[in-house]
């Protein structure tokens, strides 16, 4: 299982790997750099030959100091460096100030700010950004900002960029730029980032993934140590999604609550993602004025007539259908009807899109209604309507680090509403309500930006209750649902369109050998 580590975790796991005596701060901060250098030659094997050119620049902590021993490694490699140290180096942390001395044995020290952008004779190189890591705790201020855009600037068009760790102006914790008082918030935009040990959660959350480029995690030697609040990193379902025999009711019956006439689209896009993912039977219950539309359009599906509340209920005596979903195309007021009578009859239940919405004057309401076995999938609009201060919280500009992240908003969230949450996006969280949190991010190798079309959501939705269905607890109905949500849109790629989704579910099924 991969986990991301905050920048505390971190620490803690660096301190106790020191406290143990099996590696000193030298040591990692030795390995730290040549796992930057490795990366780096694997991402640009040709520099090695053609480049063989550098501008380093350090900060005054141990994100700097890594930046000495790379400086170090890429001259005695026939590198030509140049390297600017910000601030003082007398008053550099220890295992910085030795690589900074044995640095500057080697070649010189020039002191950020410049006056001038270094001019390192002619074509393209590598500018290394080493000047904050997991120690940022503010917005790049006047000093600092300056010096990043210098290589923004023409000139610069065919440097490679590596960030050391995080870019410098990315918050380690949330993925968020820190901003500095009023000035436009700065951040070092690199084409590779390269950390230590575990990914850490700003390289997957909210701006990371668009300022990190590529990101590579390498081993520095430290024991895996294990962090019951660390979030973890979805690489795979988390169950077994092959069916072991059985009658079709063994398999579950879902049940998907459509909208009226003219909105039941969204509702047969959820229910068909349910049957695909293995429900036994799924059931569409829909108001009389838009039978006559489902029923054209159904075939392995099946249709009930569910008026009320009165008649919901009845429906659900049926103890075999086990699993709910409300909320694609319901409508605020079939929504408000029907959401309440749906908890009160226990199942394992999805409430996406209206059936979230239909609460936005009274979250309350649908909290204290709410049970276990729920999931709630808001988008961030959605989300804000019910949890107003926590998206407030996550919106505006960061002044000070570790800032509050999707991690933490979608924790709080879980919470209070006393069951899982799984706030939606490229970098999608879910959490359980006893703090259990994962993120799913559509980034890097795994991305899929076609799934930002009309009816995913709903999909999204259907997968979930499909799982439940069939058995699966929320938080882990919820985190394998996200996994092949994304698994499915990668393997359409460009053109997708969300009724795609659940006819790519057998090829992605096949694919993972369930
Ligand atoms: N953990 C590990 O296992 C390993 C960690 N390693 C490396 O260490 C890095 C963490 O080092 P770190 O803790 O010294 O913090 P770092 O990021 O260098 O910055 C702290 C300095 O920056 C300053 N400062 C902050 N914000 C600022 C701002 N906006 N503008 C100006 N200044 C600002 C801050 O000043 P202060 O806030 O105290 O005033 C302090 O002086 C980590 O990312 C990794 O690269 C590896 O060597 C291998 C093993
Ligand atoms: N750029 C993106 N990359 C990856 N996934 C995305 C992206 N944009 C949206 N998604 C995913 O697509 C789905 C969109 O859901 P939603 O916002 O409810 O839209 P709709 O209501 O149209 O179905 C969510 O699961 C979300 O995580
Ligand atoms: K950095």
Redesign the pocket.
Known sequence: MSVLLTAAQMRAAEHAGMASGAVSGAELMERAGQGVVAALLKTWPNSEVAARRAIVLCGPGNNGGDGFVIARLLHQRDWQVELFLLGDSSRLPADARLNHDRWNALGKVGALPFDAPPRLSGGEGVVIDALFGTGLTRGLGAEVAPILARFEAAGYADWHRVAVDLPSGLCADSGRVLAAGDSPAAVFRADLTVSFHSAKPGHFLAQGPEVCGALEVVDIGLAAASFAEAAELVTDPGLPLGKRGGHKFDHGHALILSGGFGRTGAARLAARAALRIGAGLVTLAVPGAAQMEVAAQITALMMRRVETAEALAQLLEDRRLNAVCLGPGLGIERARMLVPEALRAGRATVL??DALSAFAGDPEALFTALHADCVLTP?GGEFARLFPDLARHLAGPLQSGPGFSRIDAARAAAARAGCTVLL???D?VIAAPDGTVCVHA?AYGR???W??T?????V?AGLICGLLARGAGAYQAARAAAFL??EAARCIGPGLI?EDLPEALPAVLRGLGA
């Open positions: 996406d899109a988008h939606k996006g490229p999608t559509a991305a899929a930006p799934l930002a009309a009816g995913a959501g709903d999204l949500h994304v969300a």
